[in-house]
């Protein structure tokens, strides 16, 4: 069974950084294409951005709206994919998801981040 | 980018009844790559379709999807009570990755 399992959110002051993680089990993570999904309160949804798995790159591609103050990157020995989020402003509040496929094809649970003074 | 429009927002049906979403985009969509997912509250999506017409291991043959190019449809032949939700499309073929605004299937 695929498990995403996603941690790490929690309050920060607008202009903080914060760094989520997603531990992946069930498929072989190396082969996965992981996406970072995020839903602000009562909205739809957007993606952020995604990273490719090795044997694919391992490129990133992000938004426009958080191109240059998001990271996002991968251990494959760990099974887990990082999401590094800097200069945070209080509009990305949101409850964010971990992917995996080029059409995510599952999801985690998700993580809230609240951004506020 | 690739904008892509849902319609209608809001969808009023009973139980038994079908079920017709639509979702344009604004550009073509790079081989057909679009999917859909179903948002129930207080838990995540779950995709449904996947290249415009697959349906992803699971998903009852109730929902179908069809189209191509930048117009898409997803039917719900016969709508269950467990379908009512918010269903989204994306297209996943050209970076960045775009997500329609949603319809909610809501009961009459």
């Known amino acids: 069974e695929v498990q995403l399992v996603e941690s790490g959110g929690g309050l920060v002051k607008p202009g903080g950084s914060l760094r989520l993680s997603c531990a992946g089990s069930?498929?072989?993570?190396?082969?996965?294409?992981m996406n970072w999904v995020r839903q602000a309160p009562g909205k739809g949804l957007e993606w952020v951005g995604r990273?490719?798995?090795?044997?694919?790159?391992?490129?990133?591609d992000y938004a426009a709206s958080v191109k240059g103050r998001f990271t996002i990157s991968r251990d494959d020995s760990k099974n887990t994919v990082w999401l590094q989020m800097n200069s945070l402003k209080t509009e990305e509040t949101a409850m964010y998801y971990c992917?995996?496929?080029?059409?995510?094809?599952?999801w985690g649970q998700g993580t809230l981040v609240t951004v506020s003074p | 980018e690739i904008v892509l429009t849902q319609s209608p927002d809001t969808l009023s049906l009973s139980p038994g009844e079908r079920a017709t979403l639509s979702c344009r985009a604004s550009q073509s969509v790079s081989n057909n790559y679009l999917g859909w997912y179903q948002q129930k509250p207080g838990q995540a999506p779950r995709l449904l379709i996947y290249?415009?017409?697959t349906r992803a291991t699971g998903i009852p043959d109730r929902f179908s999807g069809s189209g191509s190019g930048t117009d898409f449809t997803l039917t719900i032949s016969r709508l269950e009570p467990e379908d009512f939700a918010v269903y989204y499309c994306?297209?996943?073929?050209?970076?960045?990755?775009?997500f329609g605004g949603g319809t909610k299937v809501e009961i009459k």
């Open positions: 990273i490719k798995s090795k044997p694919d790159g391992g490129t990133t």
């Open positions: 992917t995996v496929g080029a059409m995510s094809d599952y």
């Open positions: 290249g415009a017409s």
């Open positions: 069930g498929f072989t993570f190396s082969n996965g294409w």
């Open positions: 994306q297209q996943y073929g050209t970076s960045p990755l775009t």
